[in-house]
């Protein structure tokens, strides 16, 4: 039980690292409508369908995802985070790495901070060198 | 002042139809920490950097996004919907046309409901035909 979206956030991450798809799928929301995009996928609807798609990553091992740079937009019972992700991965021509940006969707229910939507994209090269925003230096 | 989601999200869609700056700004969100990312684009955080970005796509004319297939996670006072877009341009080689997802999450507050954070990127070719989903042609 997450009592943060921060916490559910930091476990979501951790389950990639480790590559343990039960500590994934308790960070999910129980509800039907949850979605998950993975950068170049087709969209995801739905439980099965989401632990389907990251047992088949898992499959290839683990996935390290480094979070930088949140922007949270709180809400009531809710909370957004449009993060930068430093991607890499173990594959057959070595270590792959990307930038994606990434949109979680934390909802509060009974059962604590779940991720109810995740949609994330590849982001251009320089993406966590900065961002054009009204004041700089100063959000983040 | 748009009283449901749904109708700040097609004002959003009609201000991009007329290529309308002041229209598009009604539709976000008068706070600081509003966000956009254009598929392909750099974050862009805040009112005046949204705004001069919208500007700059204007300025080289309207752009048609047809909007399909919406996946709405409702919240409480909050409504994030997932959607395959339409995307066509009229570029000097003619008219581009792509598919993206957009993730829109709109808030409600005291002056209605407003986009609070838009994350839109390419998605493939065939994402407007089907999803991968727990319970196929029911959901939608």
């Not at 039907?32 to 996928?41: E, F, K, L, S």
């Not at 740079?69 to 957004?80: K, N």
């Not at 594959?91 to 930038?99: K, V």
Request: hydrophobic fraction near 45%.
């Amino acid at each position: 039980m997450f009592t943060t979206p921060e916490e559910a956030e930091s476990t979501f991450y951790e389950a990639s690292r480790l590559a343990d798809l039960a500590l994934m799928m308790q960070v999910w929301s129980e509800d039907d409508d949850v979605v998950c995009i993975h950068p170049g996928g087709i969209r995801l609807i739905g439980r099965a369908a989401i632990q389907s798609s990251w047992g088949q990553i898992f499959n290839n091992g683990p996935l390290t995802i480094r979070p930088l740079r949140p922007v949270v937009i709180p809400g009531v019972m809710s909370s957004a985070h449009v993060l930068i992700e430093h991607v890499s991965a173990i594959t057959p021509d070595g270590i792959q790495t990307a930038n994606c940006y990434a949109t979680n969707l934390f909802h509060k229910g009974p059962a604590g901070w779940r991720l109810i939507l995740r949609h994330a994209a590849g982001a251009p090269r320089d993406a966590d060198l900065f961002d054009l925003q009204d004041i700089p230096d100063i959000l983040h």
